[in-house]
Every structure is written in structure tokens, then in C-alpha cells.
């Protein structure tokens, strides 16, 4: 294993991190207070959970297949960064139409709920 090759990755992850991070944690901030003033918060319907649960079965498929399943015919036949570049490509492209799908027919993955303060 290249160790040098290992530990820059890493340094250099670390330091992603440390500028993504405060960053996130301001952005998110931001957004809470915002909706905070609306006094409404963002609740996932039953369908939001099914549609939820199968892109994750889906995208842990495509894990499965590029890195658990080596040597094996699934990846014999659709291995490979092509393939599995594709894969990710058409899931988010067949996500984004569904969900287009659902919210023309009037169907919510989500909704606006009133705040209840405990």
C-alpha cells in the first residue's frame, strides 16, 4: 500500500473538512432561522418515505455492484467507472423525473406542516 499517497489524501480530506464545515454549520444556521420566522417546518409524507427508501436501495445496488461484488459475472458484465458513472448519472436523471411525475399529479413528498412547540 503507498502510505505517502494515503496520508496526503487524508491531509488533504482534513482540510476540506475544516473549510466545508463551519460553512455547512453557517448555511444551516441560516436556513433554520429562516424557517423559523415562517413558523411552519418541512414534514416527509408516507410516499416521500417509500420514494427515499428505494433511491437508497438503488444507490446501495450500485455500491454493491462497483465494490463488493468483485470478480463476480455482476461485475464481469456491469463493472467498471463507466458503468457505474452512467448508473449514478440515470438514477439522478430517473429520480428527478419521478419526481416531476409525482408533483404534477398532485402527489407531495413532502409538506409544510405548522410548528407545534412543546
Do not use: C
Amino acid at each position: 500500500m503507498n502510505w505517502e499517497a494515503f496520508f496526503a489524501i487524508g491531509a488533504f480530506m482534513g482540510v476540506v473538512a475544516l473549510v466545508l464545515v463551519p460553512f455547512g454549520l453557517w448555511v444551516g444556521r441560516r436556513i433554520t432561522r429562516k424557517e423559523a420566522r415562517k413558523g411552519s417546518v418541512l414534514v416527509v409524507t408516507r410516499i416521500g418515505y417509500l420514494y427515499f427508501d428505494a433511491l437508497v436501495a438503488l444507490l446501495l445496488l450500485g455500491l454493491t455492484v462497483s465494490e463488493i461484488a468483485r470478480g463476480t459475472w455482476l461485475e464481469r458484465n456491469f463493472g467498471g467507472q463507466a458503468v457505474t458513472f452512467v448508473y449514478y448519472g440515470l438514477l439522478i436523471f430517473a429520480s428527478y423525473l419521478l419526481e416531476r411525475y409525482f408533483k404534477r399529479r398532485g402527489i407531495h413528498i413532502s409538506r409544510r406542516q405548522k410548528r407545534v412547540d412543546a
